[in-house]
């Protein structure tokens, strides 16, 4: 059954990844464009056309509508890569552990105290799925926690864990949009994104609400997949980058993406403070390939063809993912900064 279940799947996979449909029908991607000083911009006004956006946020609403149930029943509550020793002999066991361990290195990472004194109290969860990290983040410090989704069915999903992991009081989700956040200035010490800023189209946008609602002396944690940097040399991607790209855009629901060093400049330009990043590719490597085996089951794959297009056609473009990373064009980065007091 196992290996009728794999024949299946890969020809579903292979079949339809050559009938794919484009995300913004009748439009292009605007790529962006790096301009002197490593500032980025799509079609020079670091935001898609207003049509192409809200369809943009549309298809992300909708795809995470219809594949947050499938994540959640084979993965755990944590929608995002896990943290892996390099060349580690990783079992399936070992998979919601890393998840877990991933939100601990990005806090050792930016030096986010324990002390209770100093621990942060209130924390906005930026793109917070069905709320793993948010609930995590307020068992661990005590804090308040904020979480924001695009998606309706999350942010239901995410309130009602709460409330049965006895945190209702503590930790609350709302269907907003990362580059408009309902939030007042300085309001949070801690500003965590796990892996929400490939999905933003303007990313000076996405990067200045982050800082807007950071608390003088707050923390600023962006963990996001990047394109590889450019060299000095190079005014973009080469073609077969950018097609790739293009095609996990489409299955993923992603705008253009930037590259680390982009980011960076980004966040300088906002006077930012105590800026570092890394690349953490190697840590997730096995990543894609666990979750691709996790649908290849009987129960996922019958999962995932229950679960709607959208979700499918995401699950198609994962053997992308993998092809990008083994190519070094797409990198996995943490990104951490401080606001000034």
């Not at 002197?36 to 056309?49: E, F, Q, Y």
């Not at 309130?159 to 309902?182: I, M, R």
Request: hydrophobic fraction near 40%; charge should be neutral.
């Amino acid at each position: 059954m196992s290996s009728l279940c794999g024949a299946c799947a890969s020809t579903l996979l292979t079949t339809t990844l050559t009938r794919r449909s484009r995300l913004f029908v009748g439009s292009k991607h605007q790529p962006l464009q790096r301009l002197r000083g490593g500032t980025i911009r799509a079609n020079g006004n670091l935001a898609v056309t207003a049509a192409d956006d809200r369809r943009l946020k549309k298809g992300i609403a909708e795809f995470y509508d219809e594949s947050s149930g499938l994540w959640e029943n084979i993965w755990g509550e944590h929608m995002h890569h896990g943290f892996y020793d390099p060349n580690a002999v990783v079992q399936i066991s070992d998979h919601r552990s890393a998840q877990i361990r991933m939100i601990e290195q990005a806090l050792l990472f930016a030096f986010v105290p324990d002390d209770p004194s100093k621990k942060p109290t209130s924390i906005v969860d930026v793109g917070c799925g069905i709320g793993g990290s948010s609930r995590y983040l307020s068992r661990k410090y005590g804090a308040e926690c904020y979480g924001i989704t695009l998606s309706p069915v999350q942010a239901e999903r995410a309130q009602a864990l709460a409330a049965a992991q006895g945190l209702g009081d503590k930790v609350s989700f709302e269907v907003a949009d990362a580059l408009n956040q309902p939030f007042p200035d300085g309001k949070f010490d801690l500003v965590w994104s796990m892996e929400s800023g490939e999905h933003m189209p303007d990313k000076l946008k996405f990067v200045s609400e982050l800082a807007r609602v950071a608390a003088p002396g707050a923390t600023i944690i962006i963990v996001t997949w990047c394109h590889r940097d450019l060299s000095p040399t190079e005014e973009s991607l080469r073609p077969e980058e950018k097609i790739l790209l293009d095609k996990i855009c489409d299955g993923f629901y992603l705008p253009a993406w930037c590259s680390t060093a982009d980011y960076i400049k980004l966040l300088e330009s906002l006077s930012l403070k105590d800026i570092k990043a890394a690349d953490w590719s190697d840590n997730v490597a096995p990543f894609w390939p666990a979750v691709i085996k996790s649908a290849l089951t009987w129960d996922g794959l019958t999962s995932l063809l229950q679960s709607g297009w959208k979700t499918i056609r995401g699950a198609l473009v994962m053997p992308l993912m993998i092809e990008g990373f083994k190519k070094g064009v797409i990198k996995f980065s943490i990104i951490t900064c401080r606001k000034p007091l």
